[in-house]
């Protein structure tokens, strides 16, 4: 990479440079094997060696317990979208006696904070007829970038399949600061795609965490999920007893992807490598308690610059502000261009905001170092007093 340009991309995103550095460095030959990671066999014994490790690295890095499966699944958060309703509700059926008289249709509880959560919604009311919306926070206050208070939310407690949210909304800058209360007989499922490994959680609230690998796993193709182990039930065949409730198909099993190791097809050997390089990073830095800090100081030196400044805003509520996406406005709309055209020739790339939202959008995960956002609030200030 050059060493002069900064990635603020929100994914697929900077991956850290002693990653890209030793990936090419391994490329043609990969631990001797002769060959690069790519061409080997993911039932060859190197390759098993590394997806074994990848996995107990993973684990040490989020503190993962004994009774959570991790799984290297395809398809990005979108197809996650559908695979959580599959075996969830079938992970529900599996709970309630066989001789069940009345139909079958709990609800399917859903937090809606930004675009990520609602098109999860969305999707799960495709396959599925009784998704509840426990608040859709647009309609609470006109645009995103709030959460609102818990007397609000219309929850549909023990009946429910499972309650689901999302960790951190890219597109609109929301982070959740604590995870959220529910009935604890309920699987809680996130959608932690754009804050994973960057700070603590304690993955014993959860029933599903999953997260598409182009943020701060690794390259894209690779989407990580970790269930807890009671939530892998035998899918049945489609039959009237299980009314409603669909036949899972194979790739979007969880329980046949656990009873493979991940291995039931030909798995993104490559991403998944990537993924193994960025674990030993990690793990070398400290771990994620250690980036937690390092994430926190650069979040709150970039709020601090647009709190006091006079052109530029931030369109989230203090409590919720992401520390991973920046989103913020310029308050002449007309300088929005111009900040974008002077930031791409000083080396900072990618800082247009969602084309949904517009302005301008600074991320920053794991890899992007404090220099860099130093970097850009030089820029910001430069930027604010030739305008002022
Ligand atoms: N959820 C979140 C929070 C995301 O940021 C994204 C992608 N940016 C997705 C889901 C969708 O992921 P994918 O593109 O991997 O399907």
Redesign the pocket.
């Given at each position: 990479p050059t060493p002069n340009v900064w990635n603020f991309g929100?994914?697929p995103a900077k991956l850290p440079t002693s990653v890209l550095q030793r990936a090419q460095a391994e490329l043609l030959n990969y631990n001797n094997t002769g060959m690069s990671v790519m061409e080997l066999s993911h039932r060859s014994k190197e390759f098993d060696n590394l997806h074994n490790k990848a996995q107990r690295d993973l684990r040490t890095l989020l503190n993962i317990p004994d009774n959570y499966k991790i799984l290297f699944m395809q398809g990005?958060?979108?197809?996650q979208f559908a695979v959580v309703v599959y075996n969830l509700l079938a992970a529900k059926r599996h709970q309630i006696d066989d001789d069940l008289e009345e139909e079958f249709n709990p609800p399917l509880d859903y937090l809606i904070t930004g675009s990520?959560s609602l098109k999860a919604a969305e999707e799960a009311k495709k396959l599925y007829n009784n998704v509840n919306i426990v608040f859709d926070a647009k309609k609470f206050y006109g645009s995103y970038g709030s959460i609102p208070p818990k007397e609000d939310w219309k929850l549909s407690g023990s009946k429910a399949a499972y309650v689901y949210y999302?960790d951190?909304?890219?597109v609109n800058g929301v982070e959740f600061n604590n995870i959220p209360e529910i009935d604890p007989s309920v699987p809680l499922v996130c959608?932690m795609?754009?804050n994973i490994l960057t700070r603590r959680v304690d993955i014993s609230k959860f029933g599903v965490i999953y997260a598409?690998a182009?943020k701060n796993i690794g390259a894209a193709g690779l989407t990580v999920v970790i269930v807890r182990e009671d939530l892998l039930v035998r899918s049945k065949n489609f039959d009237n007893k299980s009314s409603g409730i669909p036949a899972i198909p194979s790739m979007l099993d969880y329980k046949i992807m656990a009873d493979h190791n991940s291995l039931y097809n030909t798995p993104p050997t490559f991403s998944i490598y990537i993924s193994s390089l960025v674990f030993e990073w990690l793990l070398e830095l400290g771990g994620v308690e250690a980036i937690e800090k390092t994430n926190l100081t650069k979040a709150k030196k970039l709020y601090e610059i647009i709190d006091n400044s006079k052109i530029y805003k931030s369109p989230v509520e203090k409590s919720v502000r992401s520390r991973m996406n920046v989103p913020f406005k310029i308050q002449r709309e007309e300088l929005e261009s111009e900040f974008l055209k002077g930031a791409i020739e000083l080396g900072m790339l990618q800082l247009k905001g969602h084309r949904s939202v517009g302005g301008i959008r600074a991320s920053m995960y794991n890899a992007m170092t404090l220099e860099g956002v130093d970097f850009l609030i030089e820029y910001m200030m430069a930027f604010e007093r030739k305008h002022c």
């Amino acid at each position: 990479p050059t060493p002069n340009v900064w990635n603020f991309g929100a994914g697929p995103a900077k991956l850290p440079t002693s990653v890209l550095q030793r990936a090419q460095a391994e490329l043609l030959n990969y631990n001797n094997t002769g060959m690069s990671v790519m061409e080997l066999s993911h039932r060859s014994k190197e390759f098993d060696n590394l997806h074994n490790k990848a996995q107990r690295d993973l684990r040490t890095l989020l503190n993962i317990p004994d009774n959570y499966k991790i799984l290297f699944m395809q398809g990005g958060g979108n197809t996650q979208f559908a695979v959580v309703v599959y075996n969830l509700l079938a992970a529900k059926r599996h709970q309630i006696d066989d001789d069940l008289e009345e139909e079958f249709n709990p609800p399917l509880d859903y937090l809606i904070t930004g675009s990520w959560s609602l098109k999860a919604a969305e999707e799960a009311k495709k396959l599925y007829n009784n998704v509840n919306i426990v608040f859709d926070a647009k309609k609470f206050y006109g645009s995103y970038g709030s959460i609102p208070p818990k007397e609000d939310w219309k929850l549909s407690g023990s009946k429910a399949a499972y309650v689901y949210y999302c960790d951190n909304e890219t597109v609109n800058g929301v982070e959740f600061n604590n995870i959220p209360e529910i009935d604890p007989s309920v699987p809680l499922v996130c959608d932690m795609s754009s804050n994973i490994l960057t700070r603590r959680v304690d993955i014993s609230k959860f029933g599903v965490i999953y997260a598409g690998a182009q943020k701060n796993i690794g390259a894209a193709g690779l989407t990580v999920v970790i269930v807890r182990e009671d939530l892998l039930v035998r899918s049945k065949n489609f039959d009237n007893k299980s009314s409603g409730i669909p036949a899972i198909p194979s790739m979007l099993d969880y329980k046949i992807m656990a009873d493979h190791n991940s291995l039931y097809n030909t798995p993104p050997t490559f991403s998944i490598y990537i993924s193994s390089l960025v674990f030993e990073w990690l793990l070398e830095l400290g771990g994620v308690e250690a980036i937690e800090k390092t994430n926190l100081t650069k979040a709150k030196k970039l709020y601090e610059i647009i709190d006091n400044s006079k052109i530029y805003k931030s369109p989230v509520e203090k409590s919720v502000r992401s520390r991973m996406n920046v989103p913020f406005k310029i308050q002449r709309e007309e300088l929005e261009s111009e900040f974008l055209k002077g930031a791409i020739e000083l080396g900072m790339l990618q800082l247009k905001g969602h084309r949904s939202v517009g302005g301008i959008r600074a991320s920053m995960y794991n890899a992007m170092t404090l220099e860099g956002v130093d970097f850009l609030i030089e820029y910001m200030m430069a930027f604010e007093r030739k305008h002022c």
